[in-house]
């Protein structure tokens, strides 16, 4: 349960209560009325903005609903008190018997605590990745590879169909060059000396493999023969060959994507003149000469009559075209294409996860995803910020596979999928993360991922002891769902409950934002919050969670510790890391 949610309808139950009896006007716009946690926790638990919203409406002073509304909420067996603050805020303060209702409530759903029909099942396409297919991953991928795959774990979880999607940029002239480059390193398979890499070629040695394999497969039936013999059945086969090497990667970070969508596919079934011609239709196509770029004007700039598309009409600085000079289609009029294929398939959500590159990409994909579903699609997209590959705060040098990059398995396989989901996510997407080989394998609070991991296995350990020490004492999960929940009373016992119960609401706020790293922020404090708690029981031993010769405190304290454990592996199933049982 988001105990929030429940609270804004306890709100707006009391304030409609109210009005039955005359105390306010009918019909009400409760649209802005929220409950939310207070800026400063002394002040309750929770806080509602509702006499502040409908004092214009109702013509009556804040303060004098918020007396009314307070004495209607604390009527609630739930809550303790309902103060007034300010000009008519109310604060609740929840009471413990509520706290140790939301503790049994997560004992006995379990991890699937947290999960929300807010989404009501409607679908979304979440693309990611999407990298050229051109060689392997690099570490900036990894970041919008994770980010994009614990966007669509927690939408699901929110209760979305998510589609996962990959686009292959697999039509452009960066796969031409490929396929040369293939081709170079097939004659080498085949005993020629290549002494260098021409300039616009790709130069990393992953290659070879694939030359070597159309060696072995075709012999010398493509050597001397023209580059039209040969060009396209290199591009097919070198494509296919970086998409398994891709995929390869992707699966050693844990991630498997459902569809994956070719741009050349796409051109070949007219995708792209069916899109333009649907804009047409609508009037959103003309024949215009734009401006040149402000700045300095490229050389090659002329001011020539093009197919325009009406982007401005949806909130774009400026009309774009969608024809080159030669008669082809634009990237944009391929994208508008490959977008309207998407909202085709079923998806008016539409989620693009991108590198900061991009970035002026958004304006005119929005207004184009727009135009091009009548109004119904609606596309938003993440941008992901660079990271910076460090070891104790150096530059790391570049791999010799790669030939120009460090590439995502390097990492993956010297700090292990876990580690790099989790750090990839310590900042919001749009920031600039570093990632310190060094820092991010330290066993340290300064180290989230182990914090974090390490809460969960303390956990654990916790149980682990107490069958061992208490063998009397039934620890099940069965049995903790059947502890005396009411024996916490104490202060920090009541906080660490009040933290795990703030998860559902967590779930939902990240969802609607698209902001995966929340949920790594929420394990962060939910972790701090066992270990401060662990901390305190070393110097005082009232606050232990073993107590030999009291064993229902000791079974109650067991079952907020079990439901510790369950948060936080359900926080790590969203950012798709296993919780550790144990840290060695």
């Not at 019909?27 to 802005?32: I, P, V």
């Not at 452009?172 to 097939?186: F, K, N, P, T, W």
């Not at 990409?361 to 091009?372: D, G, L, P, V």
């Not at 104790?392 to 010297?414: E, I, N, Y």
């Amino acid at each position: 349960m988001n105990l929030f949610r429940h609270f804004r309808s306890a709100v707006i139950d009391g304030i409609d209560r109210l009005a039955a009896g005359g105390s306010l006007p009918a019909g009400l716009d409760t649209g802005n009325v929220n409950a939310e946690p207070p800026r400063d926790p002394s002040h309750g638990d929770i806080a509602t903005n509702a006499a502040l919203v409908l004092a214009k409406q109702a013509k009556t002073k804040p303060r004098d609903i918020a007396e009314a509304l307070s004495a209607v909420l604390a009527d609630d067996d739930a809550v303790e008190a309902a103060e007034i603050a300010g000009p008519g805020f109310i604060n609740l303060r929840l009471s413990n018997g509520f706290w140790h209702r939301q503790l049994a409530e997560i004992l006995e759903e379990g991890q699937s605590y947290g999960d929300s029909d807010i989404g009501k099942g409607e679908p979304v396409n979440v693309e990611y990745v999407s990298a050229n297919p051109t060689g392997p991953l690099h570490v900036g991928h990894g970041r919008g590879a994770v980010f994009g795959d614990a966007l669509a774990t927690l939408l699901e979880k929110a209760g979305y169909a998510v589609t996962r999607e990959y686009y292959i940029n697999d039509a452009g002239a960066q796969i031409d060059a490929l396929a040369r480059s293939v081709h170079l390193r097939y004659r080498e398979a085949l005993g020629e000396t290549i002494i260098e890499i021409p300039d616009g070629l790709y130069p990393g040695e992953y290659l070879k493999d694939v030359g070597a394999r159309i060696a072995a497969s075709d012999g010398d039936k493509w050597v001397g023969q023209p580059e039209d013999a040969w060009l396209e059945h290199f591009r097919l086969t070198a494509t296919a060959a970086m998409m398994d090497l891709i995929r390869d990667d992707l699966a050693a970070l844990g991630i498997h994507q459902s569809v994956f969508s070719s741009e050349l596919a796409i051109q070949k079934a007219g995708r792209v003149e069916e899109a333009v011609h649907t804009l047409k239709e609508r009037g959103l196509i003309y024949t215009g000469v734009l401006e040149p770029p402000k700045g300095k004007k490229p050389e090659d700039w002329e001011p020539r009559p093009q197919m325009l598309f009406r982007a401005t009409e949806f909130g774009d600085d400026v009309d774009r075209p969608l024809q080159k000079s030669d008669g082809s289609w634009t990237y944009f009029a391929n994208d508008i294409a490959y977008h309207w294929d998407k909202y085709k398939r079923g998806s008016a959500k539409l989620i693009d996860v991108l590198g900061a590159d991009h970035g002026g990409y958004a304006k005119r994909m929005k207004a184009a995803t727009k135009a091009i579903s009548g109004g119904e699609g609606e596309l938003d997209i993440k941008f992901c910020q660079l990271v910076s590959l460090l070891d104790d705060g150096q530059p790391v040098r570049m791999s010799k596979r790669a030939g120009s990059f460090v590439t995502l398995r390097d990492v993956v396989d010297k700090v292990g999928k876990d580690v790099v989901r989790f750090i990839m996510l310590t900042r919001k997407n749009d920031a600039a993360l570093e990632f310190d080989f060094a820092r991010v394998t330290e066993q340290s609070k300064d180290n989230p991922v182990f914090y974090v991991q390490y809460a969960h296995a303390r956990s654990r350990s916790v149980l682990r002891n107490a069958a061992r020490d208490l063998p009397g004492l039934d620890t099940s999960d069965e049995a903790l769902r059947k502890a005396e929940l009411s024996l916490l009373t104490q202060p920090p016992e009541l906080d660490l409950i009040k933290r795990l119960a703030a998860w559902p609401r967590t779930v939902e706020a990240a969802a609607e934002a698209h902001e995966p790293h929340r949920i790594a922020f929420y394990l962060y404090e939910l972790a701090a919050e066992l270990h401060g708690l662990w901390t305190k029981g070393k110097d005082a031993a009232d606050l232990r969670f073993i107590l030999p010769d009291q064993p229902e405190l000791t079974q109650a304290r067991l079952a907020l510790v079990r439901a510790v454990a369950t948060v936080i592996a359900s926080g790590l199933a969203v950012i798709g890391v296993e919780p550790a049982e144990e840290m060695r």
